[in-house]
T-cell receptor, first 110, second 112 residues
Framework: KAGVTQTPRYLIKTRGQQVTLSCSPI?????VSWYQQTPGQGLQFLFE???????NKGNFPGRFSGRQFSNSRSEMNVSTLELGDSALYLC?????????FGEGSRLTVL | GDSVTQMEGPVTLSEEAFLTINCTYT??????LFWYVQYPGEGLQLLLK?????DKGSNKGFEATYRKETTSFHLEKGSVQVSDSAVYFC???????????FGKGTRLHILP
Protein backbone atom coordinates (compact mmCIF):
# COMPACT_ATOMS: atom_id res chain seq x y z
CA LYS A 1 0.00 0.00 0.00
CA ALA A 2 1.48 3.36 -1.01
CA GLY A 3 2.12 5.82 1.80
CA VAL A 4 1.16 9.47 2.09
CA THR A 5 2.61 11.45 -0.80
CA GLN A 6 3.32 15.16 -0.59
CA THR A 7 4.31 17.41 -3.46
CA PRO A 8 6.41 19.34 -4.01
CA ARG A 9 9.10 18.20 -1.58
CA TYR A 10 11.01 21.46 -1.69
CA LEU A 11 10.12 24.92 -2.88
CA ILE A 12 11.37 28.46 -2.61
CA LYS A 13 9.10 31.50 -2.76
CA THR A 14 9.45 35.19 -2.11
CA ARG A 15 7.48 37.34 0.31
CA GLY A 16 4.03 38.23 -0.92
CA GLN A 17 3.67 35.22 -3.20
CA GLN A 18 1.25 32.40 -2.61
CA VAL A 19 1.87 28.66 -2.53
CA THR A 20 -0.20 25.50 -2.90
CA LEU A 21 0.91 22.20 -1.41
CA SER A 22 -0.63 18.85 -2.27
CA CYS A 23 -1.19 15.69 -0.26
CA SER A 24 -2.36 12.29 -1.47
CA PRO A 25 -3.44 10.13 1.48
CA ILE A 26 -3.17 6.40 1.84
CA UNK A 27 -5.83 4.70 -0.24
CA UNK A 28 -9.04 4.38 1.76
CA UNK A 29 -8.16 7.04 4.32
CA UNK A 30 -10.76 9.79 4.50
CA UNK A 31 -9.14 12.05 7.08
CA VAL A 32 -6.27 14.36 6.19
CA SER A 33 -4.52 16.65 8.66
CA TRP A 34 -1.91 19.33 8.08
CA TYR A 35 0.86 20.43 10.44
CA GLN A 36 3.51 23.12 10.32
CA GLN A 37 6.92 22.18 11.75
CA THR A 38 9.47 24.85 12.66
CA PRO A 39 12.53 24.71 14.94
CA GLY A 40 11.07 27.35 17.26
CA GLN A 41 7.43 26.31 17.53
CA GLY A 42 7.71 22.59 16.86
CA LEU A 43 4.70 20.87 15.30
CA GLN A 44 1.58 22.98 15.12
CA PHE A 45 -1.81 21.78 13.93
CA LEU A 46 -3.19 23.66 10.94
CA PHE A 47 -6.45 21.89 10.03
CA GLU A 48 -8.08 18.55 9.47
CA UNK A 49 -10.45 17.46 6.74
CA UNK A 50 -12.79 14.51 6.65
CA UNK A 51 -14.92 13.66 3.63
CA UNK A 52 -14.32 17.10 2.07
CA UNK A 53 -15.34 18.99 5.24
CA UNK A 54 -13.02 20.90 7.54
CA UNK A 55 -13.55 19.28 10.89
CA ASN A 56 -10.91 21.05 12.97
CA LYS A 57 -8.81 24.17 12.65
CA GLY A 58 -5.74 25.37 14.50
CA ASN A 59 -4.76 28.91 15.44
CA PHE A 60 -3.39 30.17 12.16
CA PRO A 61 -4.35 33.33 10.28
CA GLY A 62 -6.79 33.24 7.38
CA ARG A 63 -3.88 33.30 4.93
CA PHE A 64 -3.67 29.56 5.56
CA SER A 65 -6.45 27.61 3.91
CA GLY A 66 -7.11 24.13 2.70
CA ARG A 67 -9.53 21.88 0.96
CA GLN A 68 -10.18 18.22 0.34
CA PHE A 69 -11.43 16.65 -2.85
CA SER A 70 -13.84 13.77 -3.32
CA ASN A 71 -10.93 11.35 -3.77
CA SER A 72 -9.60 12.47 -0.34
CA ARG A 73 -6.60 14.27 -1.83
CA SER A 74 -6.00 17.54 -0.05
CA GLU A 75 -4.36 20.84 -0.80
CA MET A 76 -3.31 23.66 1.45
CA ASN A 77 -2.70 27.19 0.32
CA VAL A 78 -0.77 30.00 1.94
CA SER A 79 -1.34 33.46 0.50
CA THR A 80 0.76 36.60 0.93
CA LEU A 81 3.76 34.65 2.18
CA GLU A 82 5.82 35.96 5.07
CA LEU A 83 9.37 35.05 6.09
CA GLY A 84 7.96 33.29 9.14
CA ASP A 85 6.03 30.87 6.96
CA SER A 86 9.29 29.08 6.15
CA ALA A 87 8.74 25.61 7.55
CA LEU A 88 8.26 21.94 6.87
CA TYR A 89 4.58 21.31 6.14
CA LEU A 90 3.50 17.81 7.02
CA CYS A 91 0.37 16.04 5.91
CA UNK A 92 -1.04 13.00 7.68
CA UNK A 93 -3.87 10.67 6.76
CA UNK A 94 -5.92 8.47 9.04
CA UNK A 95 -8.71 5.93 9.04
CA UNK A 96 -8.82 4.63 12.63
CA UNK A 97 -7.22 7.47 14.57
CA UNK A 98 -3.59 6.56 13.91
CA UNK A 99 -1.87 9.23 11.84
CA UNK A 100 0.38 8.26 8.93
CA PHE A 101 2.64 11.10 7.88
CA GLY A 102 4.15 12.04 4.56
CA GLU A 103 7.74 13.24 4.26
CA GLY A 104 6.66 16.86 4.09
CA SER A 105 7.01 19.86 1.83
CA ARG A 106 9.84 22.17 2.85
CA LEU A 107 8.96 25.77 2.07
CA THR A 108 11.56 28.51 2.15
CA VAL A 109 10.37 32.11 1.91
CA LEU A 110 12.99 34.68 0.89
CA GLY B 1 -5.97 24.37 26.45
CA ASP B 2 -4.36 21.02 26.05
CA SER B 3 -0.57 20.91 25.94
CA VAL B 4 2.40 18.57 26.01
CA THR B 5 5.75 19.34 27.62
CA GLN B 6 8.78 17.21 26.99
CA MET B 7 12.39 17.51 28.00
CA GLU B 8 14.57 19.74 25.90
CA GLY B 9 17.31 18.18 23.87
CA PRO B 10 19.56 17.27 22.45
CA VAL B 11 20.14 14.14 24.47
CA THR B 12 23.43 12.40 23.77
CA LEU B 13 24.06 8.86 24.98
CA SER B 14 26.49 6.05 24.29
CA GLU B 15 25.29 2.88 22.64
CA GLU B 16 23.70 0.41 25.09
CA ALA B 17 22.90 3.17 27.61
CA PHE B 18 19.49 3.46 29.30
CA LEU B 19 17.20 6.09 27.84
CA THR B 20 14.47 8.16 29.48
CA ILE B 21 12.72 11.06 27.75
CA ASN B 22 10.28 12.81 30.05
CA CYS B 23 6.84 13.90 28.90
CA THR B 24 4.00 15.49 30.86
CA TYR B 25 0.66 16.68 29.59
CA THR B 26 -2.25 18.94 30.41
CA UNK B 27 -5.69 17.92 29.23
CA UNK B 28 -9.29 18.55 30.23
CA UNK B 29 -10.49 15.02 29.55
CA UNK B 30 -8.96 11.59 29.19
CA UNK B 31 -6.66 11.77 26.20
CA UNK B 32 -4.89 9.09 24.26
CA LEU B 33 -1.10 9.48 24.45
CA PHE B 34 1.48 8.82 21.77
CA TRP B 35 5.16 8.81 21.03
CA TYR B 36 6.15 9.58 17.45
CA VAL B 37 9.66 9.33 15.99
CA GLN B 38 11.14 11.31 13.11
CA TYR B 39 14.26 9.94 11.46
CA PRO B 40 16.44 12.34 9.44
CA GLY B 41 14.75 13.42 6.22
CA GLU B 42 11.57 11.52 6.93
CA GLY B 43 8.07 12.21 8.20
CA LEU B 44 6.82 11.16 11.61
CA GLN B 45 6.08 7.55 12.46
CA LEU B 46 3.97 6.31 15.34
CA LEU B 47 6.28 4.55 17.81
CA LEU B 48 3.78 3.56 20.50
CA LYS B 49 0.54 4.65 22.11
CA UNK B 50 -1.64 4.20 25.18
CA UNK B 51 -5.33 4.99 25.34
CA UNK B 52 -6.16 4.83 29.05
CA UNK B 53 -4.60 5.17 32.47
CA UNK B 54 -2.02 2.50 33.42
CA ASP B 55 -1.78 1.24 29.84
CA LYS B 56 1.77 0.51 28.70
CA GLY B 57 2.65 1.08 25.06
CA SER B 58 5.69 -0.73 23.67
CA ASN B 59 7.46 -1.14 20.34
CA LYS B 60 11.03 -1.78 19.15
CA GLY B 61 12.27 -2.04 22.76
CA PHE B 62 10.73 1.32 23.72
CA GLU B 63 8.10 1.54 26.46
CA ALA B 64 5.91 4.23 28.01
CA THR B 65 3.25 3.97 30.71
CA TYR B 66 0.20 6.24 30.90
CA ARG B 67 0.31 7.73 34.41
CA LYS B 68 -2.85 9.71 35.10
CA GLU B 69 -1.87 10.64 38.66
CA THR B 70 1.31 12.37 37.48
CA THR B 71 -0.03 13.27 33.99
CA SER B 72 3.07 11.73 32.49
CA PHE B 73 4.03 9.41 29.63
CA HIS B 74 7.81 9.02 29.86
CA LEU B 75 9.60 7.12 27.09
CA GLU B 76 12.18 4.50 28.12
CA LYS B 77 14.49 2.02 26.44
CA GLY B 78 16.88 -0.27 28.23
CA SER B 79 19.70 -0.33 25.68
CA VAL B 80 19.81 2.22 22.88
CA GLN B 81 21.41 1.71 19.48
CA VAL B 82 22.97 4.14 17.02
CA SER B 83 19.96 3.56 14.77
CA ASP B 84 17.71 5.08 17.47
CA SER B 85 19.15 8.53 16.73
CA ALA B 86 16.13 10.62 15.76
CA VAL B 87 13.74 13.24 17.07
CA TYR B 88 11.06 11.93 19.45
CA PHE B 89 7.71 13.65 19.91
CA CYS B 90 5.27 13.09 22.73
CA UNK B 91 1.67 13.82 21.76
CA UNK B 92 -1.93 13.61 22.91
CA UNK B 93 -5.33 13.40 21.33
CA UNK B 94 -8.50 14.29 23.23
CA UNK B 95 -11.04 12.91 20.85
CA UNK B 96 -11.53 10.96 17.70
CA UNK B 97 -11.30 13.77 15.19
CA UNK B 98 -7.59 13.19 14.58
CA UNK B 99 -6.38 16.50 16.03
CA UNK B 100 -3.13 15.64 17.79
CA UNK B 101 -1.18 18.06 19.95
CA PHE B 102 2.57 17.53 19.92
CA GLY B 103 5.37 18.43 22.25
CA LYS B 104 8.32 20.30 20.78
CA GLY B 105 10.39 17.18 20.27
CA THR B 106 13.59 15.81 21.78
CA ARG B 107 16.56 15.16 19.53
CA LEU B 108 18.44 12.00 20.50
CA HIS B 109 22.04 11.30 19.47
CA ILE B 110 23.49 7.86 20.11
CA LEU B 111 27.27 7.56 19.92
CA PRO B 112 28.89 4.25 18.87
Amino acid sequence: KAGVTQTPRYLIKTRGQQVTLSCSPISGHRSVSWYQQTPGQGLQFLFEYFSETQRNKGNFPGRFSGRQFSNSRSEMNVSTLELGDSALYLCASSDTGELFFGEGSRLTVL
Amino acid sequence: GDSVTQMEGPVTLSEEAFLTINCTYTATGYPSLFWYVQYPGEGLQLLLKATKADDKGSNKGFEATYRKETTSFHLEKGSVQVSDSAVYFCALSEDRDDKIIFGKGTRLHILP
